[in-house]
Structure formats: structure tokens, C-alpha cells
């Protein structure tokens, strides 16, 4: 099934940091949920080992993660797919960053398709839990920027 | 007509015998077989509605404690044949792992074979399988167009059927009748769903060259097919007939499960075990039934005489053949219905897609076949502004004018439409019912009465595997009983087959104890296996009745006979003066000169110098039963007698539907039934019952959804919807015996009874109910979500 993610988030740093921020594999992975490990593998390319559990519903992924278009520090393209116990998935966004008067907005979307056993008995909590899991990102993105900041020290 | 006093146990409510031990839980299922060193398989499957198979990696899984094999397309391929369609096509094997190509979402391309099922999921998860995603096609009416994606390329088309037959003078009737009428109809992939998925143990001993099989299983020549795909003679595939089916009505197929486990025991030394989880069972088992798009056209006249018919069904059948292809052969033998028209001309399509396989499903194909057929007749009665009950009346083929042969060629064996239809109204007037319809309508309701009247084809004897694929030229499909008495004077009967919840032994022991006028409880049935067996088909074509009925109905009239001559040598008279009664033989002129049961098994067993000359000592019969009327292959021009006997039913209903929620809701449901003589009233109350509840998930609930990009969305009960209490209403039904002059005791099958006509009549209910909307619905299950949008759209284009 196809999932539709589009939103906006507003960060209180200076556009630079939130875009080394993003660029970072040690900050992604303390950021991306349920992110086991996160391997290098040159040219913006990522192996990634999930390990996820949301309500009852909980298993291990394997993926890979792509940057690309990168138009520092103002926009970038990201590709993700995995797949795991639970099924499959992919998709892609952007990420537009915007300088504000006080830091920084970050104005996303994308699409992605799932298929296995979570498009079929998980269909109806999908859109829900996506937005749980890109919460749960920005959260842990946000407190990593703020130590990062110059300004919070 | 009643049967009482005709018959001594036959038609009598008796127990049902078999549900003392599945009433306090000690029926013998095949999760319950536990053999010694058993080891289990769990399932590696594809994402993708179709993908090749690029690489399968399975170190980390072989390297998991407690793994012992991980098999995979390829090697179960080089070492078995593939599976039996049926069909004449050679480029669209089936295997039970995916060579090279996966088909649908869910399709098994690696097995996982572990000490534990958990272990064995675990390390499934493990393999990791390299994919390309190829494009996939889901609708049938696009795969059928020659620009499609093909779902085997070698076959060169997505088609694996496309045969039109004519019956009778079809274009002059279309010319010379005043008025026609089109309609399309849709059935939705729907199943049985049995609690019980399909499991399968199988154990090789290499010391006998025995393959012991036990299994929930419900397929014809199934021990032939197993021996075929692993290549052994039948002789070494011992399938164990004693294993309990927790449900099947057609889906428990399970070949491809078994050729894997099997191939696995000969492979690992080991007994192997593969029991489905519901979402193995849901995606990748035999679960799906038909999913069938109907053009209908029909010619009549002013009175609604419909005197020719035009039916294309069009079968979306899923990546593979399964017996897919045949359900859409089945309703030839009842493709008119109850009514007389004259003149048919029926194209039958299948067609392969990226869904799941499909599977046999209750009727073989024929419910959604009477749903075309009777939503059309209630369109006719419509567009004339006849009332339904009379279009039918009038269309009827009538009592006397049986034995009545239809264009198709099958010739119904008996029949009373009319008079059912009569006690069903006698019961529940239908001008009462009318009013109330009016009234619920004048209080704001929608609410519309439902008819269905259907046939039940049943004796099963398979005709249309031949009138499909002419290579094909089985004219037998036979069961049979074995009766021994034993040294000490019990009796023990065999049956030869599996059974899923039928009451078989129930059928064999009263049949028995009518004919020899014993007490049926006194009558021991057991199941050998396979390599003990008699030649038997299966529980299929709502056929055991008439069958297995009549095979214990003949067998033990060879044992009557033999002990009736026994007993006449032993008194020294003539044969005629020996009479048989209640177990014993006596004189027709001296009747206190007689044998009793216990001189009779003496003389048999123990005293052979007073046995008639040449007779066998013992004794020991069977009976080995071709199916009535079977026997003759199709003609060139499609024409063929396919089932002996005919079953009827009359539904009448009425249905609400909330004005604002779209909610339907069964107010009354009447059902009139006719399948002849009933052997026993609650097997086949349970049985109308049962196809009733099935009816209505068909009909508004249970769907295997996919989405858009190939994926089932219906994995689990969550979302493949079954009418709960609250769904079924409360069922009268109203019984009615014509006898058919074909089988022993004058009975037709109820296998399917209810099921053949409960989708139609809700159909024509709902359909009722929308009419002061004018909107109406062909699209099965009529889904809640779509009739509340339907009726909210209609409303809002009535405002000025």
C-alpha cells in the first residue's frame, strides 16, 4: 500500500548546523528509530540495521538509505527501502530548509509503498505509526541539534 | 410427502455420532499427530506481487542451533514432477516453491525446516532472498487483453481458458423474443476459511519404502498426486484416512504442502510437519474461492417467458491453475437453473493473474453462477413490473415434466419447485411480508425482500475435468464400503476417505442399520488408510449421500443376501421361503423355523461343512459404487450429463438497510429445502444452516482484498470479515421431499444447501430495498462502506 508523509518542523538553530546535523551517520543514527546500526557505505550510501517494535507489532529490518540532490545547505533527496520480518518497504523524500528569523523550518514530504504482512494486517494503524516514528525522529534530531548548537553551550 | 414410517432409522433424528468426541474435544486432527523426532517447516515468502528470484542467501539461517535445512525452488524442482492441474497446459507449471519467478505476494520460495515452528520462523526471517521486481497484473478483464504483462511468460497469454458453447438456437431466440435484458454481476474472491488451516505430516521409512502421510485433507486422487510429484508408485504413499478435517468445504487441497513435506522426510530422514498460521494459510495456502465477473443477456417475452440466455464468466484465477479453471465447468449441468429456457449460449474465461491461486470453494463455482442467473430474473420481473415469486412460478420447470433435460444436456433427476415454494408461503405469507416491507419503508427504512430459488447439483462425478480439457476422459468418480462381520458376530464397516466434519460414519451406520434392521450404533466404522482402501473419490460434489450412502447401501444388501442363503441351505429350503428380518432368517412357511444372527456368524465363520457349496467362508462384502447416471463422456458439442441429482431451495427474506449508515440488516430468513430423502435431519439442518452464514459473509462481508500494488490486504479475521451471531438471523426452514429416482433411498446432497442461494437472495434484497432510490448494486460482498456511500449519493442528487 502507498503512504503519503508530508509535514513541516521548526528547529531554533541556524540552518548550517541543522544540515551537518542531517548529513551526520552518528546523529541519523541516534535519531532514526529503533536504529541498531548505521554502515558507511561511501557515496552518501548507508546500510542500515533496524530493529522496531510499536505496540504488540515489533521486528528486525535490514536496508539501505540514500542521500541524494543535495543543494547544501538547502535541500536534499533521501531514499530508504528495507525489508524484514514483517515485509517490505520503500520510499523517498525531500527535505527543503528554510532560515528563519530565529532558526530553522524544515518542510518535508514524500511517499513511500509497503507491502508484506504490515501493509495487510497493519493497514488501518500504518498512517499512524508513521507519523509516531517520524515524531519520535524529530524529537531525538531535535535534542542532537541543540547540543551541537554553538549556541547552547 | 414425509418420510415417516418408510424408514426405520433413515430420516429419524438421530445423534450425529461423530460429535460425541469432537464435543469433548478428542477428535483426532492432524496437529494432534506426534511422532517421535518430528521437526518443523516454516515458510520464506515473497514480498512482491511478482518478482524474480535473483539469489537465495541461507548461511546465517543453516548457521541458527536447531536449523536443519533451508530447501529452495531449485532443488525441490529438480527432484519432483509439478503438481497436477488438470489442465492442458504445460508452459504454467505449478510447484510448491517458486522456481526462478515468484507470482503473487505471499508465494513460498524457501522452506525453513527446524526442531520448533518458532525456531523455524525465526530462521525464516534469516534467508535472505535477493528480488527484481517485475510488473504484475491484477485485474482480470486487462489480463485477458493481449497487450497485458504476462504472468507466465512461456504461455504466451494470460489465458488458460476461453471455450464458448451453444446449447440450442440461441440468436433466433434473441431475434425472435420482444424484450432483452443485459446485466453485469461481480463475485468477489471469497473462501471458506475453515478454523483449522491445512496442515500436513509426512514420515518416510526408507526400511518399507513406505511414505506415511497424515493430513486435514479434502482432494480427490490426493495419495495418486502425491506419488506422481515425488515420482514413487502409490503403493509407497500410505495416507492415513483416520486424521479428523477441522473444516474444509473444498479449500483443504493442500498438494503443494504435501509434495514439500514429503520430499523434505525422504530428503532429512526425519518425520516433518507443516501446520499453516492463518496468515501462511490466508496468503500463500489454498484459501481463495472464485472471484468471477458475469455478463448476463437475456431474451423474453411480455409475460416474462425467458426463453434464451447469453452468460460469459469471466475467472480472475489467480498465478497458477488451480481447480480454478474447472469451478467455472461445474454449473454447466445446472446452468438454467429451475427454469425452462430454452436455448443457452455460455462462454467460460479464466485467466491468470498476480493474486493468489484459487481454490475449490463449496459448489465448485455454482453460487456465484445462481447469483447471475437469479439477480437476472428479479431485473426481468422488474423491467415488466411482474412480481419475482411470479416470474419464477412461470419460468418453473414443473413436477410433472421431470425427468427434464436442459439445453446443457444434464437431465435433472426430480423435482417440486412449485410446491416448495407453496409451503414457504404457506408458512410466511408473502402479502404480510410485503406490507411490512411497506411499512418499514413508510417509517423511513430501506428494506427489501429477497428471493432465490437454486439448484444444488450434487453425486459429484466430476464430467466437467472432460468437457473442459477433452484429454481428459475419466467417466467414473467412485466410492465405495467395505462390510465385515466379525467371529464374534459385530459388524464393521469401511469408508476411504478423510472426512471434514460430514458426519460420514454417521451416513454409513444408518444406512447400514436400515438395510440389515439392526440398530445403526451397533455398526463400527473405521478408516483404513489408503493403502487399505477401496477405491473412493472424496467428500467433494456434495456427493457422500448419494455415494458413500449408496455404496454401504449396496454392500450391505450383498451381506443380507449372502446371509439370507446361508440360512436357507442351513433349513434346508428353497431360497425364496428364506426371509430376512431383524438380523435373523426364517421360514416364509414355518416362521419359528430360523437362523438368529449368532447361528448365522457361527455357520459363516466356524462351520464350513454347513455352508452352501461354492460360497466364500466368512463373512466379508463390499461394494465399489459407480455414480448414477455417470458413465458417458461430453458430446462434441459441449453436452453432458453432469450430476445425477438435483437439490432445490426457495429463499425468501427481507432486509433493512440504515438510511444514513448504510447497514444491512437480515429481518427474516425463510428457507424452503428439498434434497429428497434426508438420511439424517440434523446433518443436514447444520449443513443448511452452516451454507447460510457462508452465504451471507459472500454476500456482504469476507473478501480477499488486494490493494493497487498487488498486496492482499485481508491477511487476517481482523480484515477478512465473517458474520459473527450478530450477523446470522434467526433461520426457519421449511422441508420438502421429492425423492430422486436415481439414488438408493430416493436422497439428493445437501453439502451445499443454503450456500447456493443465500448470496443471491441478499443480493435481490438489497437490490429491493434501493429500487425507490433508483440505484441498484451487482457487486458482491456488498460492502457496508460502499452501500452507505451509494445511498448518501443517491439522496443527495434527489434534493431539487
Given at each position: ?14 540552518i ?38 510499536v ?5 528486525s529490518?535490514?536496508g539501505a ?50 507491502g508484506?504482512?504490515v ?20 524529537t ?14 | ?18 460429535d ?9 486432527f ?13 515458510l ?38 509439478p ?6 497446459t ?15 505476494a505471499g ?6 525446516v ?5 525456531l ?22 486487462q489480463a ?6 504476462l ?28 424484450r432483452?435484458?443485459?446485466?453485469r ?13 491445512f ?19 479434502q482432494?480427490p ?17 500410505r ?7 477441522g473444516?474444509s ?15 523434505l ?13 492463518r ?49 467455472l465447468?461445474k454449473?454447466v449441468?445446472?446452468?438454467?437453473g ?11 474465461v ?65 423435482g ?40 444444488e ?10 468437457l ?5 476422459t ?9 462390510i ?5 458376530g ?5 469408508m ?7 458426519g ?16 445403526p450404533?451397533?455398526v ?17 460434489g456434495?456427493?457422500m ?26 433349513l ?5 421361503r ?5 438380523g ?19 455357520i ?22 459407480q ?7 461430453p ?21 433493512t ?12 430468513y ?20 452452516g451454507?447460510?452464514a ?25 480484515d ?8 446470522v ?9 421429492t ?18 442461494g443465500a448470496?443471491?437472495?441478499i ?36 434534493r431539487p
Amino acid at each position: 500500500m502507498k503512504l503519503d508523509i508530508a509535514g513541516e518542523e521548526a528547529f531554533d538553530v541556524p540552518i548550517e548546523t541543522l544540515w551537518r546535523a542531517l548529513n551526520d551517520p552518528a546523529v541519523l543514527k541516534k535519531c532514526i528509530p529503533g536504529c541498531k546500526d548505521m554502515i558507511d557505505e561511501g557515496g552518501d550510501r548507508f546500510k542500515l540495521l533496524l530493529n522496531l517494535k510499536v505496540t504488540s507489532v515489533g521486528g528486525s529490518f535490514e536496508g539501505a538509505i540514500s542521500l541524494s540532490d543535495k543543494m547544501p545547505p538547502a535541500q536534499c533527496k533521501v531514499a530508504v527501502s528495507g525489508e524484514g520480518t514483517l515485509g517490505q518497504g520503500s520510499g523517498s523524500a525531500t527535505f527543503a530548509l528554510e532560515p528563519q528569523a530565529s532558526g530553522t523550518l524544515m518542510r518535508y514530504s514524500g511517499e513511500g509503498e509497503i507491502g508484506g504482512l504490515v501493509a495487510g494486517v497493519g493497514q488501518r494503524i500504518l498512517k499512524g505509526v508513521s507519523k509516531y516514528l517520524i515524531g519520535q525522529f524529530f524529537t531525538a534530531l531535535r535534542r542532537e541539534v541543540t547540543a551541537l548548537s554553538p549556541a547552547s553551550t | 410427502m414425509s418420510d415417516a414410517g418408510r424408514h426405520r432409522y433413515v430420516s429419524t433424528d438421530r445423534r450425529v455420532r461423530e460429535d460425541r468426541r469432537f464435543v469433548v474435544g478428542k477428535g483426532n486432527f492432524v496437529a494432534d499427530i506426534d511422532l517421535p523426532n518430528t521437526r518443523h517447516v516454516a515458510l520464506v515468502t515473497c514480498p512482491y506481487p511478482a518478482a524474480a528470484i535473483k539469489s537465495i542467501d541461507k548461511s546465517t539461517a543453516m548457521a541458527m542451533p536447531g536449523v536443519h535445512y533451508v530447501l529452495d525452488g531449485a532443488e525441490l524442482a529438480e527432484a519432483t514432477l509439478p503438481l497436477m492441474t488438470g489442465l492442458d497446459t504445460p508452459n504454467v507449471p505449478r510447484r510448491p516453491l517458486a522456481l526462478d519467478v515468484a507470482r503473487y505476494a505471499g508465494e513460498w520460495v524457501a522452506a525453513v525446516v527446524a526442531d520448533t515452528r518458532a525456531l523455524a520462523e525465526d530462521a525464516a526471517e534469516k534467508v535472505r532472498v535477493t528480488y527484481e521486481k517485475l510488473p504484475f497484473v491484477l485485474d482480470a478483464e486487462q489480463a485477458a487483453e493481449k497487450a497485458s504483462v504476462l504472468v507466465h511468460e512461456a504461455h504466451g497469454s494470460n489465458v488458460l481458458l476461453d471455450k464458448t458453447f451453444v446449447w440450442g438456437e440461441v440468436d433466433k431466440d434473441f431475434a425472435d423474443s420482444p424484450r432483452h435484458l443485459a446485466l453485469r454481476v461481480k463475485w468477489g474472491r471469497s473462501s471458506t476459511v475453515p478454523i483449522e488451516t491445512f496442515g500436513v505430516v509426512a514420515s518416510w521409512d526408507p526400511w518399507r519404502d513406505i511414505l506415511d502421510v497424515w493430513a486435514s485433507i479434502q482432494m480427490p486422487r490426493y495419495n495418486d498426486q502425491i506419488g506422481i510429484a515425488l515420482k514413487l508408485p502409490v503403493s509407497s504413499v500410505r495416507v492415513h484416512y483416520d486424521v479428523d478435517v477441522g473444516g474444509s468445504y473444498g479449500v483443504k487441497r493442500g498438494i503443494k504442502h504435501t509434495v514439500l513435506v514429503s520430499y523434505l522426510t525422504r530428503r532429512l530422514g526425519f518425520p516433518v510437519r507443516l501446520i499453516e498460521d492463518r496468515l501462511e494459510n490466508m496468503r500463500g495456502g489454498d484459501a481463495h474461492g472464485p472471484e468471477r465477473l458475469f455478463d448476463v443477456d437475456v431474451a423474453f417475452d411480455d409475460n416474462g417467458i425467458i426463453r434464451s440466455m447469453k452468460m460469459r464468466a469471466l475467472e480472475n484465477v489467480g498465478a497458477y491453475a488451480g481447480r480454478s479453471p474447472f469451478q467455472l465447468g461445474k454449473p454447466v449441468g445446472a446452468i438454467v437453473g429451475p427454469y425452462k429456457i430454452k436455448s443457452v449460449q455460455y462462454r467460460a474465461v479464466a485467466v491468470l493473474t498476480n493474486k493468489t491461486t484459487q481454490e475449490a470453494v463449496r459448489g465448485f463455482g455454482q453460487s456465484p453462477t445462481n447469483v447471475a442467473i437469479e439477480r437476472t430474473i428479479d431485473e426481468v420481473a422488474n423491467a415488466l413490473g411482474l412480481d419475482p415469486i411470479e416470474v419464477r412460478r412461470r419460468n418453473m420447470i414443473r413436477h410433472e415434466e421431470f425427468p427434464y433435460t436442459i439445453p446443457s444436456g444434464t437431465t435433472y433427476d426430480s423435482g417440486d419447485y412449485h410446491t416448495v415454494i407453496d409451503k414457504v408461503l404457506a408458512h410466511t405469507s408473502y402479502e404480510d411480508l410485503k406490507a411490512e416491507r411497506d411499512r418499514l419503508r413508510g417509517e423511513g427504512k430501506l428494506a427489501g425482500i429477497g428471493i432465490a430459488a437454486a439448484l444444488e447439483p450434487s453425486g459429484g462425478n466430476a464430467m466437467f475435468e472432460a468437457l473442459i480439457n477433452p484429454k481428459i476422459t475419466t467417466t467414473t468418480f467412485m466410492d465405495s464400503c467395505r462390510i465385515a462381520v466379525d467371529g464374534m458376530g459385530s459388524i464393521t464397516a469401511t469408508m476411504h476417505t478423510t472426512s471434514s466434519g460430514q458426519g460420514h460414519e454417521t451416513l454409513v451406520g444408518t444406512v447400514i442399520g436400515e438395510v440389515l434392521q439392526l440398530d445403526p450404533d451397533l455398526v463400527r466404522v473405521t478408516r483404513p488408510d489408503s493403502l487399505n482402501s477401496l477405491p473412493s473419490g472424496s467428500p467433494v460434489g456434495s456427493r457422500m449421500a448419494i455415494m458413500l450412502g449408496g455404496a454401504a447401501f449396496h454392500a450391505a444388501n450383498k451381506l443380507k443376501a449372502k446371509l439370507t442363503a446361508i440360512a436357507a441351505h442351513d433349513l434346508g429350503i428353497a431360497l425364496e421361503r428364506a426371509i430376512y428380518a431383524n438380523g435373523e432368517v426364517y421360514d416364509r412357511n414355518a416362521p419359528q423355523n430360523k437362523r438368529s444372527w449368532a447361528d448365522l456368524v457361527q455357520i459363516a465363520h466356524r462351520n464350513y461343512h454347513r455352508m452352501p457349496a461354492d460360497m466364500e467362508p466368512g463373512l466379508a462384502v463390499s461394494h465399489v459404487m459407480q455414480v448414477p447416471t455417470g458413465g458417458k463422456l461430453p458430446t462434441a458439442d459441449g453436452r453432458v450429463q453432469m450430476y445425477p441429482c438435483t437439490s432445490f431451495e426457495f429463499h425468501l427474506i427481507l432486509m433493512t438497510i440504515d438510511p444514513d449508515l448504510g447497514t444491512p440488516e437480515i429481518v427474516k430468513y425463510r428457507i424452503g429445502h428439498d434434497c429428497g430423502t434426508v438420511i439424517n435431519p440434523k446433518i443436514v439442518r447444520g449443513m443448511t444452516m452452516g451454507g447460510i452464514a457462508h452465504g451471507i459473509g459472500a454476500a456482504l462481508y469476507e473478501e480477499f482484498a488486494y490493494d493497487g500494488e498487488g498486496q492482499l490486504m485481508a491477511q487476517s479475521f481482523m480484515d477478512y470479515l465473517l458474520p459473527s451471531s450478530h450477523e446470522v438471523p434467526a433461520v426457519e426452514i421449511i422441508h420438502h421431499v421429492t425423492p430422486s429416482p436415481n439414488t438408493v433411498l430416493g436422497q439428493k446432497g445437501s453439502g451445499e444447501s443454503g450456500y447456493l442461494g443465500a448470496p443471491a437472495a441478499i443480493a435481490n434484497a438489497i437490490n429491493d430495498a434501493l429500487r425507490p432510490l433508483k440505484i441498484s448494486i451487482n457487486t458482491l460482498p456488498i460492502k457496508l462502506s460502499v452501500l452507505g456511500d451509494m445511498i448518501a449519493q443517491a439522496k443527495e442528487n434527489k434534493r431539487p
